[in-house]
């Protein structure tokens, strides 16, 4: 039996213990309150770090071996090192596999730590839960900000957030600083700074009562998405979409589909499915454990 333990680390932390890629018993969350999404903006990386050793150490029995640990986390992940993460800035340049694998030492565990991007760990969760490890899996996530997943994973940066959906100079609410990204447009955040007397679940109330404003943003919002997702359509083909994360209820299949087939022209490129997968905490838990175990034969 392989033994794991998966950490996911986004607007929250949470991990959880996982025998054959599958969850056993209840994931430790913080913060406890899951519509709380600023908690972990004002933790310093150091913080962090112990936070996570600690609730890894929570689930390892004394003298147990344990075979891998991932941790994902937002950001431009390589070689165990997050060389930036707009929506956890404290991380930028933080050898976090080093840095935890020394916290969790000092807790008397071992196992090698593997630090992957959480939309990459969302993808390989759905793979193994679906069967289809074999298979390329893509995920959008929509939250605070926007991620692209994959899997199988291949080298890459793959911040799909923030491909460039719009020539516009306003365009500039994006995390980064970058202007006229899909993040730009979609992020929580992003919203938030855009409209600032409301906040997004009123802006897409307001589109269903018939505001003009609100509605043309609605539209916006769903172009944008199609665009992202359209490039990765002429990039490797088509094939399945997964939508995900905590504002995941703002998407309309049926308009993101309308603006996809007026975007993807070419018949061999227009097989793409679209699912919405309602966000929880169990995929991305399992997929970071998958990826760690998976990682130690690259």
């Not at 991007?117 to 929509?142: K, Q």
């Not at 890459?156 to 365009?171: A, N, Q, R, S």
């Not at 088509?238 to 998407?251: E, Q």
Request: aromatic content about 6%; glycine content about 12%.
């Amino acid at each position: 039996m392989t033994v794991a333990i998966g950490v996911v680390m986004t607007e929250h932390i949470v991990t959880g213990r996982l025998h054959d890629h599958a969850l056993v018993g209840a994931p430790i969350r913080f913060p406890s309150d899951a519509d709380e999404l600023d908690a972990l903006t004002a933790l310093p990386s150091g913080d962090l770090v112990e936070m996570l050793a600690s609730n890894v150490a929570s689930l390892v029995q004394n003298g147990e071996k344990v075979d891998a640990i991932g941790v994902a986390v937002p950001g431009i992940v390589r070689h165990n090192i997050v060389e930036d993460s707009p929506n956890l800035p404290q991380l930028k340049g933080v050898h976090l596999g080093e840095e935890l694998g020394k916290a969790l030492q000092s807790r008397a565990i071992a196992a090698p730590v593997h630090i992957a991007n959480d939309a990459d760990a969302i993808a390989a969760g759905v793979a193994a839960t679906r069967g289809h490890l074999n298979r390329l899996t893509r995920v959008w996530t929509i939250g605070n900000g926007i991620g692209y997943g994959r899997w199988p994973y291949v080298e890459g940066v793959w911040e799909g957030g923030h491909i460039t959906v719009t020539l516009d100079p306003k365009e500039k609410f994006c995390g980064c600083g970058g202007v006229g990204h899909l993040e730009g447009i979609m992020g929580y955040r992003a919203m938030r700074l855009r409209f600032l007397d409301k906040e997004p679940e009123e802006v897409f109330a307001a589109a269903r009562q018939g505001d003009q404003k609100c509605l043309e943003f609605v539209d916006l919002w769903h172009r944008a998405l199609a665009a992202g997702t359209a490039s990765f359509i002429h990039l490797a083909g088509p094939g399945k979409f997964y939508f995900t994360g905590h504002n995941v209820k703002f998407l309309e299949v049926g308009l993101l589909r309308s603006h996809l087939e007026s975007m993807v022209k070419m018949s061999p490129l227009q097989s793409f499915s679209l699912e919405i997968m309602e966000p929880d905490d169990e995929t991305a838990l399992i997929g970071a454990g998958v990826s760690a175990v998976r990682a130690l034969t690259w």
